[in-house]
């Protein structure tokens, strides 16, 4: 088989130096490009041809072996001549990716992302999870390569060289995806049957999932390689889990602190004493001092949220003094009447003495009405 003119291909002189060729290279590539025209079978080889003769004229010891066989009578095959698809990538190497082109053969899976939401007290003291969700998984026949097992590998699919995209119309036109390959650029010879080909399938998945003590809302925990599988050799995706801390009834975080906002009756708060008060472990009992004012805060050492050095934060407790906003016994409002008799007479608030004498006459006045 005798080689081709190279020359002639590039337009070049027998004479042409190193930045003639590249340049003459880059012209007829250019012009002959698969992405400016992707059904032109002629373009392709004039394409590929030219990639040719530059890995040879480019090169000084294959361009001087050539230009010796070119002088015998069969001429001698030096190299294996260029793919239409290798030649992109002599042409992509050199003058980089001038068409805009994604090369789409290997490709990373998708990430799969969960929220898994929980209560405060498990997001607090640390807790484990099962999850489970139907998603998409690598297929366990073909383990995910979409090839039957023993068939042939995928191969770069011809009609958009394995760019997954093809080009209608002139230069300024748009990229669709290449149907013959679903956009993939590679094509099953011999599809996995119990995936067709596609390497996915959809399935039950579960997950353990473990919480340390003082996870946040909002956390992220990433378990590497668990998305979807990558296709043609690319790497698996992650799962995404997110938590979600759902609200508590009486505490809320700050920090390595929690905060409840406790409600007491005056009375209560007058007199003192041990009160019921919610922690994150449960119940437990707390001192209240006599005649405590509302908006107080008292602390609870320790039943805050636990941290990595085995310490753990405190609970505040803000109290707000509750007045009864309807009397329904008698009894009741017959002991506060007594109870503000009682305060009249004995003034049990300091520095309001006057406010009760002045309250005292504003009741005689209205008895004598
Ligand atoms: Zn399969
Ligand atoms: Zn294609």
């Not at 340049?23 to 025209?37: G, N, W």
């Amino acid at each position: 088989m005798a080689r081709p003119d190279y020359y002639a291909i590039l337009g070049v002189a027998r004479s042409a130096d190193e930045s003639e060729i590249k340049r003459a290279y880059r012209r007829v590539a250019l012009e002959s490009h698969p992405d400016r025209f992707p059904d032109d079978d002629e373009a392709h080889e004039r394409f590929r041809e030219a990639s040719e003769a530059y890995e040879v004229l480019s090169d000084p010891l294959k361009r001087a072996r050539y230009d010796s066989s070119r002088l015998l009578p069969q001429g001698l095959d030096l190299t294996k001549p260029p793919t239409v698809a290798t030649a992109r990538e002599i042409f992509g190497n050199m003058f980089g990716d001038v068409f805009g082109n994604r090369r789409h053969k290997r490709r990373k899976g998708r990430d799969i992302r969960y929220t898994l939401t929980v209560t405060l007290a498990d997001a607090v003291l640390g807790s484990s999870h099962t999850i489970s969700f139907e998603g998409r998984g690598a297929c366990e026949v073909c383990e995910g390569s979409g090839t039957e097992p023993g068939g042939r590998e995928a191969v770069e699919c011809p009609n958009c060289a394995g760019s997954g995209e093809v080009k209608t119309g002139g230069l300024f036109s748009r990229r669709s995806k290449c149907g013959r390959c679903d956009g993939l650029g590679m094509i099953q010879q011999d599809p996995c049957a119990a995936c067709r080909g596609r390497g996915i399938i959809r399935s039950q998945r579960v997950f353990d999932v473990r919480l340390p003590p003082g996870t946040t809302a909002g956390t992220e925990k990433v378990l590497r390689g668990q998305g979807e599988p990558g296709r043609f050799g690319g790497e698996p995706g992650d799962l995404r889990i997110t938590v979600n801390v759902k609200p508590h009834q009486w505490l809320e975080r700050d920090g390595q602190n929690l905060v409840t906002k406790l409600p007491l009756p005056f009375t209560r708060a007058a007199l003192g004493g041990k009160i019921p008060v919610p922690t994150i472990d449960g119940w437990v009992d707390m001192e209240v001092p006599a005649g405590v004012q509302s908006g107080a805060k008292l602390r609870l050492r320790g039943k805050g949220v636990p941290d990595s050095r085995g310490g753990r934060g405190d609970q505040y407790v803000e109290l707000q003094i509750e007045t009864p906003k309807q009397l329904d016994g008698t009894r009741t409002k017959e002991l506060l009447l007594e109870l503000d008799r009682a305060m009249q007479r004995e003034p049990v608030l300091p520095g309001h003495r006057e406010l009760l004498a002045a309250l005292a006459a504003h009741d005689g006045r209205k008895h004598k009405n």
